[in-house]
């Protein structure tokens, strides 16, 4: 609820859940308060030259906001000399704002964008961030959903401020490239088998069919339709051996996918953990094109509030200058994302993530805790934003999906 204003008041009466959500959505899609949504919807109702049709009200539950000092009394004068009740009147007057005001069209992207999520020493939960990350960019844009208002939790661990609002609902692609098909399993899909057409094959120019077959729909309610995966395959193990042959090889994986970007605002490489040439491909792939925004695609490293980390971090970041100075491209880095952070673990993690955070380019953008609800997701073989909507690590994909949109 606003906070009250010197030249507003507060109103109390009834709105059925068949307004009061559509009302939250549409006011947050519009960047609108939700009481200025309201006093522009009375206003109008006001000025009708005759009544709208009976709106269903059955239900309706108690509704507050603040309005401009003396708007209510005149509503209501209104209302009762046009013999319509306040609820019914407040009703029709939030529908007419609705229909006045219709959700904005969404923009989709002339060059899809490209979020490549790396680091070549394993085990710092890239594929749970791929796939979180690909999971909030395909949530409902007609729909709430919580996410922390700050990107990055703060050095005493305090919660921050949670926000609702709607989802991206962008059409996502997010591709399992590494041979160990963590995210496959973890998505519940199939894994491709070695005799089959597969990513690698396709790069490798040995496969027979077209790789939009490959693609599967991840059939989850929360993403109406909006999210699919590339299912892994093992034959990525010897991706490098394959490329080796390959003519232009820095651009296998642009020419594979190539077919598929068409049918995608943004697709999502859960990177195998690797610094050879599998590893050129994808930061080839996720170079800034002509006529693209900066920022738009690139390379996110994920990292642990660790030492070793450290190490990894320098490498991988070498391997990304030599291919900027070597191929002449614009690689633009999405930024850290520091991933299972918790503070109790002690001073190794709090310090690490002070060290995280000097690092100004590429800087943090988004810290995500370690917390139980990934593991069970994991368990469950579902997309954490699927399993559990509400947890902390999922109001901080949200926000990181933000960040780097």
């Known amino acids: 609820m606003t906070s009250p ?37 009375i206003t109008a109702w006001r000025a009708l030259g005759s009544n709208l ?17 003396g708007q209510w009394d005149e509503f209501r004068t209104d209302a009762s000399a046009r013999g319509v009740s306040l609820i019914q009147g407040l009703a029709q007057s939030v529908q007419l704002w609705l229909d006045t005001n219709p959700a904005p069209t969404a923009e ?38 919580p996410v922390r208002h700050l990107k990055q939790m703060s050095d ?48 490798t120019g040995e496969a027979k069919g077209d790789i ?15 999210l699919f995966l590339l299912p892994g395959c093992h034959d990525a193990f010897l991706l ?37 040439l599998s590893m050129d491909t994808a930061i080839y792939y996720g170079r800034r094109r002509e006529g693209e925004r900066p920022g738009a695609s690139g390379i996110g490293i994920v990292v642990l509030a660790e030492d070793s980390s450290a190490d990894a971090y320098e ?23 520091v991933n299972q952070y918790d503070s109790r673990r002690g001073y190794i993690a709090t310090s690490s993530l002070t060290e995280w955070k000097a690092i100004k380019d590429p ?21 954490l934003l699927a399993y559990d909507r509400t947890c902390e690590q999922s109001m901080n994909l949200r926000a990181l999906a933000r960040e780097i949109a």
């Open 156 to 203: 005493d661990n305090l919660e921050a401020e949670i926000e609702e609002l709607v989802g991206l609902g962008w059409r996502v692609l997010v591709v399992d490239f590494d041979p160990q098909c963590h995210l496959t399993k973890q998505f519940g899909q199939e894994i491709i088998p070695r005799e089959d057409d597969s990513l690698a094959k396709h790069m």
């Open 53 to 69: 049709a009976a709106i269903d009200t059955a239900g309706a539950e108690s509704f507050s906001t603040w309005l401009p000092e």
């Open 212 to 226: 939009r077959d490959l693609v599967v729909p991840v059939a989850e309610e929360a993403f109406g339709g909006r």
């Open 240 to 276: 490098d051996l394959g490329l080796a042959r390959v003519r232009a090889r820095e651009a296998a994986l642009e020419r594979a996918l190539a077919p598929l970007e068409d049918d995608f605002d943004c697709i999502v490489i859960d990177c195998l953990p690797s610094l050879g």
């Open 363 to 383: 800087r943090v953008v988004a810290v995500i805790p370690d917390r139980a609800p990934q593991r069970e997701a994991v368990r469950m073989k579902q997309p």
């Open 108 to 145: 989709r992207p002339t060059i899809v964008r490209r979020k490549v999520i790396c680091n070549q020493k394993g085990g710092v939960g890239k594929t749970f961030v791929a796939g979180g990350l690909a999971s909030a960019c395909a949530e409902d844009s007609e729909e709430l959903y």
């Open 5 to 41: 204003q010197s030249d507003r008041e507060k109103v109390v009466s009834k709105l059925p859940a068949a307004l009061r959500q559509p009302l939250k959505v549409r006011t947050a899609q519009l960047g609108i308060a939700l009481q200025d949504a309201v006093g522009e919807g």
């Open 315 to 337: 490498l991988l970041v070498e391997q990304v200058e030599d291919a900027r100075n070597d191929l002449r491209i614009d690689v633009d880095y999405l930024g850290l994302i």
